[in-house]
Nanobody
């Protein structure tokens, strides 16, 4: 099992920045990749950015150039640095990890989410 806990959400003005953190515990060697998704009320949950154990990153079009995903492996923590925030970025941001264990390969682990509100 893997537990994911997000932090860093809050209220920020348009154009500002926030850094989200996701700290993983449990069987952290059994997941790949780890990343961030977001969901606004009444909207679909969509991928924001992911990072693999080898450091390969993937960004959604709306995130590339503004957001940066990184990890501190020693602390089992993945970060999402969000710059130039827009009102459209307002959403609950969820940490996600995919299992690579044989019995649960591809299953999703989710954090409870952290709310990001961008005011204009």
């Amino acid at each position: 099992q893997v537990q994911l806990v997000e932090s860093g959400g809050g209220l920020v003005q348009a154009g500002g920045s926030l850094r989200l953190a996701c700290t993983a515990s449990g069987s952290t060697l059994s997941v790949n990749p780890i990343g961030w998704y977001r969901q606004a009320p009444g909207e679909q949950r969509v991928m924001v950015a992911t990072i693999t154990v080898r450091g390969r990153v993937n960004y959604s079009d709306f995130a590339e150039g503004r957001f940066t995903i990184s990890r501190d492996s020693a602390r089992n923590t993945v970060y999402l640095q969000m710059n130039s925030l827009k009102s459209e970025d307002t959403a609950v941001y969820y940490c996600n990890a995919k299992s690579i264990s044989t019995l649960t390969y591809g299953d999703d682990y989710w954090g409870k989410g952290t709310l990001v509100t961008v005011s204009s």
